[in-house]
Every structure is written in C-alpha cells, then in structure tokens.
C-alpha cells in the first residue's frame, strides 16, 4: 500500500504537465478558459500571428490610476460583460472569435509598435485562413472617439464586422438591487399619495390656485421675460444726457425693467410682445387686458352697475374711465418709443 502511494506522488508532476500540454490549436487552448483572456506581448503576438483560422478582438487599454484613463476603467467591466455572454452564448464556438485584452502595464512594447498615444482601442483580427479568412491580415480597428463606455455598440460593431458567423446577444445580468429600490419608491409614492390625497386634493382643485398660477405664467411669457433670459438684456440702461432710460427702442430691444412694468399694466396685448409687435389696426383693436387695465374694465362692468347711490356710479365711471384712458394713453407713448414712426397718441402722454 505504501508503496502504491509513493508511485502515485511520484507520477503527479508528469500527470499534471500532460494535462498542461497544449493541444497546438490555439483557439481551443485559450477558448477553454476565462473570456477575455489577459495578454501580455508574448501571448498577443502569438494569438495574432498567421496564420490562423479564428478571429479575436483585442481591447487594447491602460486601467492603472497613474494613467488617468476614465473611459478605460468605465468600459473595462462592460468589455468583461460582452466577452462572457458571447462565450456563453456561443459554446460550441461556431463563431471562431476570442476575446482578449492588453493592458498598458503588460504590452508596453505593442503599444510602442502600434504606435498608439490613447487609449482604449479595440482591434479586431480577421481568421488568415479557412471559409471566413480574408487576404488583407491587418486588423481592424474601432476607436472610442464617441465616448463610447457600453457594450451594446461594440456589440454590434462586431456583429457588421462578422457576418457568417453567428451572433450571440448581449445579454445583461438582473439588477436586483435596482428593481428594489425602483419597487421601494413606487410604493413609497403610492403611500404618500394614499395618505396625503384628503390634504392634497382640495389645493389641486382650488380654481383660484390655477388662476393665480395662469395668470403668473401669462404674465411671464407675454410681457417678454422670456426673450431677457434668452438674450441677456440689462435692467435699465442711460439714455446719454445723464439720465435712465426705461423702455429701449426697437423692436427686437428691451429692458428687465421696460418688462416689468408693462407686466404690471397689461397681460396679453399686442403691445407687450416686443420682439414681434403686429400691425397698427391689430395694437388698436385687441383689448384682452389684466393688471390695472382689466381692473378698471371689471369695476366698470360689474362693480360699478352695482352702485346703489347715482352720484357715486357717476364718480366711478368717471375716475375708472380715467384710469383706463390714462393707461391705454401711456403704453400708446410706450410703443411710440419702441417704434419711432408710429403717428398715434392718446392724452395726456
């Protein structure tokens, strides 16, 4: 028995070389194990030399923190992830293609020889012989100048650049953590929304909330703070005689504060859009007002009728009248100063 035990330790070296023995096909050596394989100078010229009747993508990149290489480590896990679902998908290896990748620190003299200055760059290698081998044996090469840091395109890439051959997907595996934090906020917000709706409803339904916010929108974009963000415009500017000028002229003008104040005025007229005012008969004949215009045109419509006492409806209509006059009359001087040929003008501007 003992003797057997030594003859058994004596003949594992020898086991273990002829189990090591390379079969000399070399897509079978480096196929049957991990995806990518990891090069060095030594194995990249050697799984690259012709001839040969398999294809390989070699990711020619520098992971190491000196080199300062973002794109590198971002797309390093995606590259691992390709390389593995299309070993897996591909198990009888009908496509004849290996994975490889050759870092900077292991192929510093493969760099220098293809005289690369970034990194990564992807390079694939045509079968030299067989039923897909193609006469040119120069690779072909795929460089990230888009940025690119997923699998899919690489992905793809691959599949135009091998066409007989097949194609297995990209396959990713499930995120679970995603889906339970996704599955945790959905719930979470249905919660919240359970609890809080009888608080919550009846602010959403408040009609005078939405007219508020309508009429702030409508101030905003028809007064033409928009147009101020977009073109930078100042607040106010001097008018040269030492003095400030309020309103600019021109129509494609204006200033923060020539907007305010027309806000303040009026809502939505033609005279507010100062970059594309319309025709003179248009500015005359539309009064959709609101501010101190709309008002006033209430008060006369609806207060004032109301008004129990004669004399005090003759003063109303006298003084809401005025106001009306009055501002109509200023943004009439206001447009005149936004368009210098206009022959219109109402008192007492």
């Known amino acids: 028995m003992r003797l057997l035990q030594l003859l058994t330790a004596a ?3 020898f086991t273990a070389l002829a189990a090591k023995r390379p079969s000399g096909d070399r897509f079978k050596d480096y196929r049957s194990g991990s995806q990518p394989v990891k090069l060095d100078d030594t194995t990249y010229n050697e799984l690259t ?7 390989i993508a070699v990711l020619l990149t520098a992971l190491e923190a000196r080199f300062g290489c973002k794109l590198c480590n971002d797309f390093q896990p995606e590259w691992e992830l390709l390389a593995k679902t299309w070993s897996k998908g591909d198990k009888q290896g009908e496509s004849r293609l290996l994975f490889g990748t050759l870092d900077f620190t292991d192929g510093k003299n493969t760099f220098q020889s293809l005289m690369l200055q970034t990194a990564p760059v992807l390079l694939l290698f045509h079968p030299t012989t067989g039923p897909n081998a193609r006469q040119d044996s120069s690779p072909v090469r795929y460089d990230f100048v888009t940025g690119t840091d997923t699998a899919d395109p690489i992905h793809a890439w691959l599949t135009r650049q091998l066409p007989n051959t097949p194609h297995p997907p990209l396959t990713r595996p499930i995120n679970y953590l995603k889906i339970a934090l996704t599955s945790t906020a959905i719930l979470g917000l249905i919660t919240f929304f359970s609890v809080a709706a009888p608080y919550l409803l009846p602010i959403i339904q ?3 909330l939405w007219a508020a916010v309508s009429l702030i929108a409508i101030l905003l974009f028809t ?3 928009m147009f101020n963000h977009i073109r930078k415009v100042p607040y106010v500017a001097g008018d040269g005689k030492g003095g400030v000028s309020y309103f600019a002229g ?7 504060l020539e907007t305010q104040i027309v806000a303040a005025m009026c809502t939505y007229c033609p005279l507010l859009s100062w970059p594309t005012y319309p025709a003179v008969g248009v500015v005359l004949t539309r009064w959709v007002l609101d501010g101190i ?3 006033a045109t209430i008060s006369l419509a609806l207060k004032v009728p109301r008004m129990a006492d004669p004399r005090s409806q003759k003063i109303a209509v006298f003084v809401w009248g005025g106001v009306i006059l009055g501002m109509y009359s200023f943004l009439l001087s206001v447009f005149r100063v936004k368009n210098g040929g206009y022959p219109f003008w109402l008192p007492p501007f």
């Open 49 to 55: 030399k012709a001839p040969r009747d398999y294809s």
């Open 223 to 225: 007064s033409g703070h």
């Open 11 to 13: 003949l594992l070296p």
């Open 293 to 295: 215009l709309a008002f």
């Open 206 to 208: 408040n009609r005078n």
């Open 250 to 256: 021109g129509f494609q003008n204006q200033f923060g």
